[in-house]
């Protein structure tokens, strides 16, 4: 049985999959050949990350995919109701990223604390000739401890996100659609304890809050969490910091908030116009920036890949059964 893995896979998986008879590719294809490639090859088993776009007009042109696997959490990339009509299973890794995506909230909230960002724009080109004054600039950083993290989202990344940001001394406020914690279970050692969040109303949040993280999927509506009259009530000076979709936060709404204070900076791992972010917001000083790799950890590749291979092993013997 032929497996792709068009964005990539970890060296175990791909190497669990071969010793259990799967025939393994993993060298990236571009979108408008990947039918081509698939057809002729004959491959049964279609894995990709967020990169690879699995839409209707590719699952039609290629009558030969029996499991399409995507490496992650969201599926917005891959048109999942129309595959399921077709009779092709989609299955995914939502908890393996979980932690990656949460320690990369940290350090941007660190970075952006501490002005880090910024800083390391202008230690290259001015570091020797302004160093006195580079670091007179920098120097009024802030702390994370006994500040409030809002978080917006509480599933599987916001609680992640809540966990480290507890071990930092922060106060957690969060707001959800659905979930209704009372308390996380925060491990230090071999020491678990229970500490109680808060859940408030989304206004609650943008008034309390120091910091922002949100943790939503893309919504149906196509609108953004945080937007023109959201980013109106914030307690003025907050960072807020995106990992979840680029459209969750209105970027034009962003930048206005930033350049008229109320936002101090900004930590963006996401963007609207993926892979082609607004040079605008590549530009923004007070923007903190990585190029959508919150999932992208050894160990969450690792765990990704592990879970794919325990899905196809179970597909493919769930095929054999029926
Ligand atoms: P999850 O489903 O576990 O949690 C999402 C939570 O958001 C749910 O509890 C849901 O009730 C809540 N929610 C939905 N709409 C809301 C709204 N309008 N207001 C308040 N709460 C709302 O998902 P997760 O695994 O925590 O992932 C969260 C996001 O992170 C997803 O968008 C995912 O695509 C993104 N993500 C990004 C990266 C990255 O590389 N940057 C990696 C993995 C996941």
Redesign the pocket.
Known sequence: MRVHANDGLSAQAKASLTEQDFKVTTDHVPQDHLADFINKERIDVLLVR?ATKVRRELIDACPGIKLIGRG???L?NIDVVYAKQKGIPVVNT??S??IS?AE?VIAHLFGLMRSLHKANRRMPGEGRTHFKELKKEYEKGFELRGKTLGV???????QWVAKYALGCGMNVVY?????TAEAIEVTIGPHTVRVPVKMVT?DELLAQSDAISL?????KDGKA?LGTSELKKVKAGVVIVN???GG?IDEDALLMAIKEGRVRGAAL??FTNEPEPRADLLNEPNLSLSP?????TAEAQGRVGDELVDRIVAWRSSAVVS
């Open positions: 967020s992650g959490v969201g917005d939502p908890a990223s979980s995506v990369l917006i989202g509480f599933g599987r990344i916001g707001t959800d659609n659905h979930a989304m943790h939503v999927p893309s919504q969490v990992t979840a979709r969750s791992d996401v959508h790799i919150g999932a992208a």
